[in-house]
């Protein structure tokens, strides 16, 4: 029985396309022009992967850069068996991890920030609703969430890449969850989540 997506926004976990693989192969024999269109396909997704996790545009566009930068140096590690849309997402989410783990030694993050009470207008969509509501949550409840809930990725997988215990990660998952909840019944009362 799957298990319900919160978000409705997850990355489909895909087979690499034959195209993907000719983009690929050409970029490990150093074309250039291969990687820009790699680039070209992935820059959104991976650029909206990072700012779910940094909430700040300057901060996401630069970790998707560096993300670009890591993902063109490890692809003669990539396994072909593996999503390459998947992994170039986990790519992206360690560098935003890293990014906040060098943000939280130089400078604390306030994770409680204002917001309006408002209705829902019926027009409204599930990412308006979880940009409103994440800067709200916890950094790393909002993390945990992100990872597992639009990225689908495994437990195990976000454990290793908080550097903590699966257990420690399932609870803040379920925090995050509760809260999430939470903050839409009040801010949306009419969604009714």
């Given amino acids: 029985m799957p298990r319900q997506n919160l978000l409705f926004l997850r990355i489909k976990d895909e087979a690499i396309l034959p195209d993907e693989q000719k983009l ?70 360690n560098c935003a991890i890293d990014l906040l783990r060098s943000r939280r030694e130089s400078e604390p993050l306030v994770d409680n920030v204002p917001a309006e009470h ?23 409840q909002r993390i945990v969430l992100v990872l597992r809930e639009i990225h689908g990725m495994e437990i195990a997988e976000i454990s290793e890449l908080l550097q903590c215990t699966e257990s420690t990660v399932r609870n803040l998952l379920s925090q995050a969850k509760d809260s999430f909840r939470k903050r839409t019944k009040e801010l949306f009362p009419d969604y009714g989540l």
Avoid: M
């Fill in 24 to 93: 690929i192969r050409s970029c490990l024999e150093g074309d250039r022009q291969a990687f820009e269109k790699i680039v070209e396909k992935y820059r959104d997704a991976l650029y909206w992967t990072a700012y779910n996790l940094v909430l700040d545009s300057e901060d996401a566009r630069d970790v998707t850069q560096q993300a670009f930068l890591k993902i063109w140096r490890s692809l003669p590690e990539y396994d072909a068996n593996r999503s390459f849309p998947g992994w170039a997402h986990k790519i992206t989410a």
């Fill in 118 to 140: 408002s209705t829902l207008d019926q027009r409204i969509d599930v990412r308006r609703i979880f940009s409103r509501i994440a800067p709200l949550l916890p950094q790393r």
